[in-house]
């Protein structure tokens, strides 16, 4: 069957007499702007080229193909949660709202959208960061709140365990039934603690789950808040896993450990895995990477045998470079998997900048996501410096971590736009999704003095397929 795909995609080509451009090429038919092909920009209704810090916080690819992109965008006195429905092209979907845009009133001020996810029923499921307690939306396919959830289509789950009472939900899943499990830090009297809350597709507290649908997991150190909790995965048999890192002081930039832990699916910690203790692994890689500050991960993905992948950035031993690529791979068992890297590590310095740059700073470079093709290789989206402000890079990697060098210029390619009115350009990708044919990256693009709007770009991709590798 994939064989019989592939001859029509390649003779409609043919017919229509297209060319497969480079891989990692803008898509020129992805976007908004004949000007810059490949790029679409959402503007908000109510944005100007001054103080509108406008930013994509998910991207979610929906049951008919179409993409929501899920942030946040300046109104008049406050910030809202901003829902725009475009098409599979790029273009904004103009029978959704307001020429594809709906906005909503935000749980608190200081708001930010953490995660975003779709259930089996086709809704879209929102996970709201720095409000007091965890906080999750639940849209229709139509963007209407669903009010089936909680009454209102807004979930709150507080914890109050002391402190501020200050609960941060940063990563959010669902389960085949609707249910909704959602992970992010707890504050307590003295330290931040995991905590991860299940509760039902009608917003109740699944029976059986810890106490009250809801679990701590305490650590020595606290678990950071931004971003302390990096992954949620549901593995297919029930258990849960979550990724993130802990700081030795909510100020800590130099000492801070990555951590998995796998729950079981009564939230008690699972005997099967674990480097420390049952459940939990953890490692801090200062001293074994020989560097002054510890790595700092941003995103994980977990693959179907249980191995969980954590994605960031690391302090360069090279004298050009502040900062490369840091990648860390754990077992399924737990342990470090050392067969891709020491310590289970791998670096990539993407030195944009060449080998004497003006500045280190102009060749550092984070990840901020990754993802699995349908042929076994990973995709990470960076920020990345040329210069003075920060562009977005991509890299492939084959199975065995090794840079695809059949992919952009050595297995790295970087894009920025340039329609700032300052001059200042610069864009911040900062998530991933694959389709047929095509890498869309989402974030923000610098518009002007302390502005920035939402924006997508489309990679064209060797990979025609878009279903999973497992």
Same mark, same amino acid.
């Given at each position: 069957?994939?064989?019989?795909?592939?001859?029509?995609?390649?003779?409609?080509?043919?017919?229509?007499?297209?060319?497969?451009?480079?891989?990692?090429?803008?898509?020129?038919?992805?976007?908004?702007?004949?000007?810059? @092909?490949?790029?679409?920009?959402?503007?908000?209704?109510?944005?100007?080229?001054?103080?509108?810090?406008?930013?994509?916080?998910?991207?979610?690819?929906?049951?008919?193909?179409?993409? &929501?992109?899920?942030?946040?965008?300046?109104? +008049?006195?406050?910030?809202?949660?901003?829902?725009?429905?475009?098409?599979?092209?790029?273009?904004?979907?103009?029978? %959704?709202?307001?020429?594809?845009?709906?906005?909503?009133?935000? +749980?608190?001020?200081?708001?930010?959208?953490?995660?975003?996810?779709?259930?089996?029923?086709?809704?879209?499921?929102?996970?709201?960061?720095?409000?007091?307690?965890?906080?999750?939306?639940?849209?229709?396919?139509?963007?209407?709140?669903?009010?089936?959830?909680?009454?209102?289509?807004?979930?709150?789950?507080?914890?109050?365990?002391?402190?501020?009472?200050?609960?941060?939900?940063?990563?959010?899943?669902?389960?085949?039934?609707?249910?909704?499990?959602?992970?992010?830090?707890?504050?307590?009297?003295?330290?931040?603690?995991?905590? /991860?809350?299940?509760?039902?597709?009608?917003?109740? +507290?699944?029976?059986?789950?810890?106490?009250?649908?809801?679990?701590?997991?305490?650590?020595?150190?606290?678990?950071? =808040?931004? @971003?302390?909790?990096?992954?949620?995965?549901?593995?297919?048999?029930?258990?849960?896993?979550?990724?993130?890192?802990?700081?030795?002081?909510?100020?800590?930039?130099?000492?801070?450990?990555?951590?998995?832990?796998?729950?079981?699916?009564?939230?008690?910690?699972?005997?099967?895995?674990?480097?420390?203790?049952?459940?939990?692994?953890?490692?801090?890689?200062?001293?074994?990477?020989?560097?002054?500050?510890?790595?700092?991960?941003?995103?994980?993905?977990? =693959?179907?045998?249980?191995?969980?992948?954590?994605?960031?950035?690391?302090?360069?031993?090279?004298?050009?470079?502040?900062?490369? /690529? %840091?990648?860390?791979? &754990?077992?399924?068992?737990?342990?470090?998997?050392?067969? /891709?890297? +020491?310590?289970?590590?791998?670096?990539?310095?993407?030195?944009?900048?060449?080998?004497?740059?003006?500045?280190?700073?102009?060749? &550092?470079?984070?990840?901020?996501?990754?993802?699995?093709?349908?042929?076994?290789?990973?995709?990470?989206?960076?920020?990345?410096?040329?210069?003075? %402000? @920060?562009?977005?890079?991509?890299?492939?990697?084959?199975?065995?971590?090794?840079?695809?060098?059949?992919?952009?210029?050595?297995?790295?390619?970087?894009?920025?736009?340039?329609?700032?009115?300052?001059?200042?350009?610069?864009?911040?990708?900062?998530?991933?999704?694959?389709?047929?044919?095509?890498?869309?990256?989402?974030?923000?693009?610098?518009?002007?003095?302390?502005?920035?709007?939402?924006?997508?770009?489309?990679?064209?991709?060797?990979?025609?397929?878009?279903?999973?590798?497992?």
């Amino acid at each position: 069957m994939r064989r019989l795909m592939l001859a029509a995609v390649l003779a409609s080509a043919a017919i229509t007499g297209t060319t497969l451009a480079a891989d990692g090429a803008l898509d020129p038919i992805f976007g908004t702007d004949a000007e810059f @092909p490949g790029y679409g920009f959402y503007a908000n209704p109510n944005g100007s080229t001054t103080n509108s810090l406008d930013y994509v916080g998910a991207t979610v690819k929906a049951q008919d193909g179409k993409i &929501w992109v899920v942030g946040r965008m300046k109104a +008049p006195g406050a910030y809202r949660l901003s829902l725009y429905r475009v098409g599979a092209d790029g273009y904004p979907d103009v029978d %959704f709202g307001d020429l594809g845009l709906r906005t909503v009133v935000a +749980p608190c001020a200081d708001f930010s959208v953490a995660d975003a996810t779709l259930d089996a029923q086709g809704r879209l499921v929102v996970a709201i960061d720095r409000c007091p307690d965890f906080t999750v939306y639940r849209f229709l396919p139509n963007g209407d709140l669903d009010a089936s959830l909680a009454g209102s289509g807004v979930l709150s789950v507080p914890f109050n365990q002391g402190g501020d009472n200050e609960d941060f939900s940063q990563r959010v899943v669902t389960t085949a039934n609707g249910g909704i499990i959602v992970a992010g830090t707890v504050t307590t009297a003295t330290t931040n603690n995991l905590g /991860i809350a299940w509760y039902t597709a009608a917003g109740l +507290p699944l029976p059986g789950f810890g106490n009250a649908g809801k679990v701590q997991v305490p650590f020595e150190w606290s678990v950071s =808040e931004i @971003p302390g909790v990096n992954g949620l995965h549901l593995m297919a048999d029930g258990r849960i896993v979550v990724a993130g890192q802990i700081s030795q002081t909510t100020q800590a930039v130099s000492d801070k450990k990555q951590f998995v832990v796998r729950l079981l699916g009564n939230g008690g910690m699972d005997p099967a895995f674990g480097n420390v203790s049952a459940g939990l692994s953890k490692i801090n890689l200062k001293s074994p990477l020989g560097v002054a500050e510890s790595p700092r991960t941003y995103r994980s993905m977990m =693959e179907s045998n249980g191995a969980v992948i954590q994605v960031g950035h690391v302090l360069s031993n090279q004298v050009n470079s502040d900062g490369d /690529i %840091f990648l860390l791979r &754990w077992r399924p068992d737990g342990q470090l998997d050392t067969s /891709i890297g +020491p310590s289970g590590v791998r670096q990539y310095a993407l030195d944009f900048a060449g080998p004497n740059p003006a500045q280190p700073g102009d060749n &550092w470079e984070s990840a901020n996501s990754i993802a699995r093709q349908a042929n076994g290789q990973y995709l990470i989206t960076a920020s990345s410096y040329s210069g003075e %402000f @920060p562009a977005t890079a991509v890299l492939r990697l084959n199975r065995n971590f090794s840079l695809d060098t059949r992919f952009g210029t050595g297995g790295k390619i970087q894009h920025v736009v340039q329609v700032s009115t300052t001059g200042d350009h610069g864009q911040i990708g900062s998530t991933l999704l694959l389709q047929p044919g095509r890498i869309v990256v989402a974030g923000s693009v610098f518009t002007g003095f302390n502005a920035r709007t939402q924006m997508m770009f489309g990679m064209q991709h060797d990979e025609v397929f878009a279903d999973t590798f497992d």
